[in-house]
């Protein structure tokens, strides 16, 4: 099934309204309602239990849940108390430490396998990896997860991968080396996948794999990442880069984990087929011009 950013945003507005019915909650204002979660006597209506045990007892872990919501406004008294981005019902980050923050998660062999870690790595939340600019200070543009050599980017009902002026793209430090700059995506002096294409100057930097995260209902944000990916100059930058369905994870999950995916995000457990690999990788020769080395995940 294919789903636009608000046809996805819609139908988990519709299946938590449902779900939030039985604990506390509330929604903004609009034609698609975001349902916010509060937490209640260490409960919280957004995560799995075992999952946010996991966060609020690790320090590192539980700052992630202060990110501020930005649509507050959307809210009936919303100055009466702070709501938090992850509270939210759509929030791709709650999503991922629904899933990594679960006990014995990056011990299963089914996980690293698919993702190529080794057992037992310890996810790290909102890394800055410092990307050098031209004037020798750096950006501080943020890695949703590190998890041992891999980058991690999540997304769920986000519209894309933001964009930015492309003379603020040029402040980056071996932006040429990297990228054919004229291959990236953009119009009108604005640079689409702005986020996307620092993720991956980021990799480059440090050495590391990146993985986007996205939902299988999401085709636009698969077909974003090649478009970003043609442009990358090196092969062996190339053969780090991948895309993974949140669906195509849950093969590999706990049945706890796929139940609770089911119910709050509509998300079922989706192999890959050699079928679907064959297709990505038609698809990935026509778009890249070039070739590509495969993984278990899809690569980009």
Known sequence: ?????????????????????????????????????????????????????????????????????????????????????????????????????????????????????????????????????????????????????????????????????ADLLHRYKGLDAIFQVNELPSSGGTVRSYQLIRGVMAAHQLGMSFLVLYDGRRPDLAEACYRVIRAVRGCGLRSRLSVLTWQELSCTLPNALKTFLVAKYGIYASPITRDAVERSGSRRAGALKRGSKSSRTTAL
């Not at 939030?20 to 349902?35: N, R």
């Not at 872990?61 to 930005?70: A, E, I, V």
Request: glycine content about 8%.
């Open 1 to 165: 099934m294919k789903l636009s950013a608000a046809e996805l945003r819609r139908e988990l507005s519709q299946r938590n309204l449902l779900l939030a019915e039985a604990v506390p909650h509330e929604c903004t204002y609009g034609a698609i309602p975001s349902v916010l979660y509060q937490e209640v006597e260490g409960e919280h209506g957004n995560f799995l239990r075992p999952s946010y045990r996991r966060i609020c007892a690790a320090p590192d872990w539980h700052r992630r849940l202060k990110k501020c919501y930005s649509a507050s406004r959307r809210l009936a008294r919303s100055s009466d108390r702070i709501r938090r981005e992850l509270d939210c019902a759509s929030s791709s980050d709650a999503l991922l430490m629904n899933i990594f923050c679960y006990p014995g998660l990056t011990c299963r062999k089914s996980v690293c396998a698919l993702l190529g870690i080794a057992p037992g790595a310890r996810p790290q939340f909102g890394f800055k990896p410092g990307i050098p600019l031209l004037n020798g200070r750096a950006d501080r543009t943020e890695i949703d997860m590190v998890l041992g050599h891999l980058f991690v980017e999540a997304k769920l009902t986000e519209g894309d991968f933001q964009t930015g002026r």
